[in-house]
């Protein structure tokens, strides 16, 4: 599903369950920066147990940054990601895991996704280059110097995929970075880490929610374990409620919207509000602030979603009218993540029914209600849909089809009306003067009339540019003494410069000499300028509503016929028989998918090859007769990481495959050379941008493809025969650690074996020893525990004394996962009531033809609430303008609420597993006749890859090709827990609470020095690689090694010989070694 879309609704919605995270900031003592000592309590008040990293949310904004210069070097990108990493642990700093999960091999129903996305990314860095060469040309002919093109490694993102070099080399990489860690990092020192690379199968999130999976119900794990997952992909949300773990956290960066709420009315700065603003002066862009005017780059901070936070709102949201029996809220859940599937997820095209944008998931949850006692149980059990209750619910979806597409064809129209006035508008005000642009307009904040004092200052530059552009020195022609208005800019610019050089002593007419010569200076400005222009060349080019002809609507939903209309578009059916034909294949395969995705998010892969074989989703309406389905799937075997780069890549990127199979992938006499299109079609489907539309590229033959391959697998060399391998995960901790002796007896046991013998020897873990982790442990290939672990990235050192010991880990065995929290588990404090939920809303297409009218005849704009309250926006202006800290939101308004929700009775939400005793209150609210019965709960507080040093592991069995999984889910029956009533307790009002509430007196911690609150930007990332320690004068800060360029090796010798980057000539230091204490520089 959409990512900011998604998370957005979430947020505005359930707005407690995002809490912003507290980042300490390091001490600079003597111009020597400490580093943080992440062995300490964390400053956001709650100790987290295990930190999972979803690697492709680190890889990809490291590889190509959206806030500063793209990298030129692979050495570039891992460093940027190994200061990634050290972010997020000072953030959490887990004390028992770390787990670093980087996309392996996908099953075909994803691959279909990933290969639409890297064809359309190759096809855009054509335009784009195409374009920049244009941009190119303009400059020459215009006398305006360019630097040349530089060359780069990082020049293609498809190589993010596994079995690329840039993949393998990532894996040494990181395997580095964990034993540089673990060596000297006291706050590492206790923790395991796993690192589960390229090769080894499965998405990145979806293999760290096998492993939670099957460490929950086994001997030895902690009920209460908290969980932290850093990732960008909005489905992690639904991952996390599909585990049932409470204690559950989803780390991610705050998404900003431009000129939301995070603007200043005092110092017109962005990042705080009024209330916080310090009086601070801006800080300039350029010299003289010329490249100001814009929102200055900085390190975004970061947000916790609560997954226990979000359960509460949940738990109050689904209080369900006069249910037939007692709620399981467990199910509840279930049933909300399968609901949300609609909405879009990665492996089947969204319904065309159902928006996020338009509210689809408060119509979703809305229906459900409604439907609830109809459907007589609930839409799935654990990980199985019942399709007849699926079919009941979503046919209520579908009547209001007929609504949501007339009143989109409407604001379609209207979009496309306003459009076509700017662009007239446009055009006129160019006839007027061509010159006048409205970046010179400085803004100047003014209250009838006359200049606020909170107004920010223009710029020098801003100056220039408002005096120039409203006494234009040049002719009508643009040109003053024959030069043009850009070389008028660029010389102005120069003349501030040379105002302040000549107060020092220069002549100006030295100065202007000088500037002139200055080509370096010229050719960076020009450059930028060409990144500015290109940059908004392509974003014009993609809004399809600039376009001089627009696509034609032909299929005009919501108007008579738009269902046979869209069969025909989309699918080329045109008799009705045709039609229906398709229309039924189209809602089995959709099924399907629905099932195939239901059992991915709770059980794992049950078929590797499946996949949705149609660019369209069927209509909601068009679901019908499920049934009668019977559905099963085959497990099947995950392809080898080359034979998914032939499936997802396009011909362009056929440089990161070896020799014969890029020539299947560009020879024009390939017999699969239909599988690589170099232009192919881009339906927009409604849309705006060119990067929504669908991109209609020809699904993939499994069979012919490896057909094809199977004749060029005999030219790989070694190298290649490892990186097309299948692996396993590996395990890394320090000597000291209890789980080390383990390992060692293991290799002092088994280490004569053969390397294919080493496999198949596995010990099972103690999990007392490991911390509550079960599993098994197999022999990587050579020392376990490698001397000397030699530096893959140029400008870092060799690890000369190694302390760290890795071996190969296996997941427990497989066993159902229990939908429900363990018994055993401690709730949390209850933070959420029903005053902090917001009244229902308004269902988007309930809009009586146009907007939904007040009583008073005004209307209401879109997301605002009807009677006397204030919006969101109008809250936050009026906060703002009163410069008050904003406070919890209260949606409590009895006579608000009473005009929007009906008059009912609710059964509680209870637990059926008997492992804690639910209380019932019943409350009835002022205004209002309907009673609530809400659950409370009584808990105290208080209360085979390769192994970068000579150690490598081996190729993994896959499961058997023709293994058949049964999953009858046309003959589901409804089967209802055992239920379990609580006594009753009147719930009481509570305070509102602090923005983390504590739920384990353990973890309270005194303030600690140096943190600053979380809008405080973080300036350097993780600052030491050492962790923060008092400057001992007996400290030999020459045992460990350092970490900047400006410090070469202590020691050239050769590595082992399993170590491939042993044969490196780094070069030896020139310069001393850093003083004792002295952490990273």
């Not at 300490?24 to 992440?38: K, L, Q, R, Y």
């Not at 630097?147 to 894996?171: A, Y």
């Not at 097309?724 to 004569?752: A, C, D, K, R, T």
Request: proline share 8%; with cysteine.
């Amino acid at each position: 599903m959409g990512v900011p879309a998604f998370y957005r609704w979430l947020a505005e919605k359930y707005p407690m369950v995002v809490v912003d995270v507290v980042e300490e900031e390091p001490v600079e003592i003597e111009g020597i920066t400490i580093p943080i000592d992440t062995s300490k309590p964390n400053p956001n008040g709650l100790e987290y147990d295990n930190l999972y990293l979803d690697m492709n949310g680190i890889i990809h904004p490291c590889f190509h940054p959206e806030d500063r210069p793209a990298p030129t070097s692979f050495d570039e990108v891992f460093q940027c990601m190994f200061d990634y990493i050290d972010r997020l642990f000072v953030m959490v700093r887990p004390r028992k895991l770390l787990f670093m999960a980087i996309d392996g091999v996908a099953p075909r129903a994803k691959m279909n996704q990933q290969r639409s996305r890297r064809f359309r990314a190759a096809k855009d860095a054509a335009d784009a280059a195409a374009e920049e060469d244009r941009l190119r040309l303009e400059f020459e002919r215009e006398g305006r110097k360019l630097p040349p093109k530089k060359e780069s490694e990082v020049f293609d993102s498809n190589v993010i995929t596994p079995g690329t070099e840039f993949m393998d080399v990532l894996s040494v990489a990181l395997q580095y970075y964990i034993h540089l860690r673990l060596n000297y990092d006291p706050g590492w020192k206790n923790i395991k880490v796993i690192l589960s690379d390229a090769n080894v199968p499965g998405e990145g999130e979806h293999k760290i929610m096998s492993y939670i999976r099957l460490q929950r119900n086994l001997p030895g794990f902690d009920v209460n374990t908290r969980h932290c997952l850093y990732g960008l992909d909005a489905d992690l949300i639904m991952l996390a409620l599909a585990t049932h773990e409470v204690h559950f956290s989803i780390l991610r960066e705050i998404v900003f919207t431009p000129g939301q709420q995070d603007k200043c009315f005092l110092c017109g700065q962005m990042g705080h509000l009024a209330a916080d603003c310090q009086g601070n002066a801006k800080r300039k862009s350029g010299e003289f602030d010329e490249k100001g005017g814009g929102d200055e780059v900085a390190k975004k901070p970061y947000q916790f979603l609560n997954i226990w936070t979000l359960r509460e709102y949940l738990e109050y949201e689904f209080r369900l009218p006069n249910p037939p029996f007692e709620v399981d809220f467990e199910r509840i859940v279930d049933d909300f993540i399968f609901m949300c599937f609609f909405v879009g997820n990665d492996f089947l095209p969204h319904m065309p029914t159902l928006e996020i944008r338009e509210g689809a998931i408060n119509l979703l949850m809305a229906v459900y209600k409604k439907e609830f006692s109809a459907m007589d149980g609930y839409l799935t059990d654990s990980w199985k849909p019942n399709l007849s209750r699926v079919e009941h619910f979503i046919q209520a979806v579908g009547t209001y089809e007929d609504r949501i597409f007339q009143k989109r064809g409407r604001l379609h129209q209207r979009q496309a009306e306003r459009i076509k006035r700017e662009k007239a508008q446009a055009r006129r005000g160019d006839d007027i003067d061509p010159h006048v642009k409205p970046d010179h307009i400085v803004p100047v904040t003014r209250y009838k009339g006359s200049r606020l004092a909170s107004g920010a200052s223009p710029s020098p530059f801003q100056q220039m540019e408002s005096s120039r552009s409203s006494n234009p020195p040049f002719s009508r022609n643009g040109r003053e003494n024959g030069k043009t208005t850009p070389e008028i800019s660029r010389t102005s610019v120069r003349m501030l410069k040379v105002a302040r050089t000549s107060t020092e002593g220069a002549t100006i007419g030295g100065a202007i000499v000088e500037a002139e010569n200055s080509l370096e200076a010229e050719m960076t400005e020009n450059k930028e300028e060409l990144k500015t222009k290109l940059k908004g060349v392509l974003r014009d080019k993609s809004d399809l509503f600039n376009a001089e002809n627009p696509e034609e609507d032909k299929i005009k939903l919501g108007e008579p016929g738009w269902k046979e209309r869209y069969y025909d578009e989309k699918f080329s059916a045109k008799s009705p028989e045709e039609i229906e034909s398709v229309r039924k294949d189209v809602v089995v395969r959709y099924t399907e998918g629905l099932c195939w995705v239901m059992h991915y998010y709770y059980e794992g892969v049950c078929s590797w090859n499946w996949f949705y074989p149609y660019h369209y989703a069927p209509f909601a309406s068009d679901l019908k007769g499920l049934t009668q389905l019977n559905i099963e799937f085959r497990l099947g075997a995950p392809f080898k990481p080359f034979d998914q780069l032939m499936g997802v890549f396009p011909a362009a990127s056929a440089h990161a495959l070896p020799l014969h199979y890029r020539q299947l992938m560009s020879d024009p006499k390939s017999p699969i050379i239909d599988f690589y299109p170099t232009d192919f079609e881009v339906d927009m489907n409604g849309k705006r941008y060119s990067w929504q539309g669908v991109a209609k590229l020809p699904f993939i033959d499994e069979h012919r493809l490896l057909a094809q391959i199977e004749n060029v697998r005999h030219t790989l060399t070694e190298d290649e025969i490892r990186r097309n391998s299948v692996m396993f995960e590996l395990l890394f901790v320090n000597v000291s650690h209890p789980l080390s002796p383990y390992i060692f007896s293991l290799s002092n046991q088994h280490g004569q074996l053969s390397e294919k013998e080493h496999v198949e020897v596995k010990e099972k873990i103690d999990p007392v020893a490991s911390g509550g982790m079960n599993g098994y442990l197999s022999l990587c290939r050579g020392d376990p525990c490698p001397p000397v672990f030699r530096s893959p990235i140029k400008g870092l050192e060799d690890i000369m004394d190694n302390g760290v010991i890795c071996a190969i880990y296996k997941l427990p065995d497989a066993h159902k996962h229990i939908t429900r929290p363990p018994a055993g588990v401690a709730f949390p404090k209850k933070t959420v009531d029903i005053g902090d939920l917001k009244p229902p809303p308004v269902l988007w297409h309930q809009d009586n033809a146009g907007r939904r009218p007040l009583e008073n005849g005004r209307q209401n704009p879109p997301g605002s609430f009807s009677g006397r309250q204030l919006g969101e926006a109008a809250h936050r202006l009026v906060v703002n303008s009163l410069q008050v800290p904003m406070g919890r939101p209260r949606h409590d308004n009895a006579e608000a609420w009473s005009a929007h929700r009906p008059s009912y009775s609710a059964r509680s939400l209870s637990y059926a597993d008997g492992r804690h005793n639910p209380s019932k209150a019943e409350q009835h609210f002022a205004g209002q006749s309907q009673t609530y019965i809400a659950t409370e709960r009584r808990v105290e507080t208080g209360t085979s890859q390769r192994y970068a040093s000579p150690a490598t592991n081996y190729h993994y069995a896959g499961p058997a090709n023709h293994q058949v999984e049964r999953n009858e889910y046309g003959n589901n029956r409804h089967y209802d827990s055992q239920l379990h009533t609580g006594r009753n307790i009147q719930l009481e009002r509570r305070p509102p609470p602090q923005s983390y509430v504590q739920y384990d007196a353990r973890h309270t911690q005194p303030p600690i020095p140096g943190v600053l609150p979380s809008a405080a930007g973080y300036r350097d990332g993780y600052v030491g690689f050492h962790a923060q320690q008092p400057l001992d004068p007996h400290y030999d800060a020459r045992r460990g090694p350092t970490y900047s360029a400006s410090y070469g090796r202590t020691n050239s010798s050769l590595p082992p010989a399993a170590n491939r980057y042993g044969s490196l000539d780094r070069g030896l230091s020139k310069w001393p070694p850093p003083p004792p204490g002295y952490g990273r520089y």
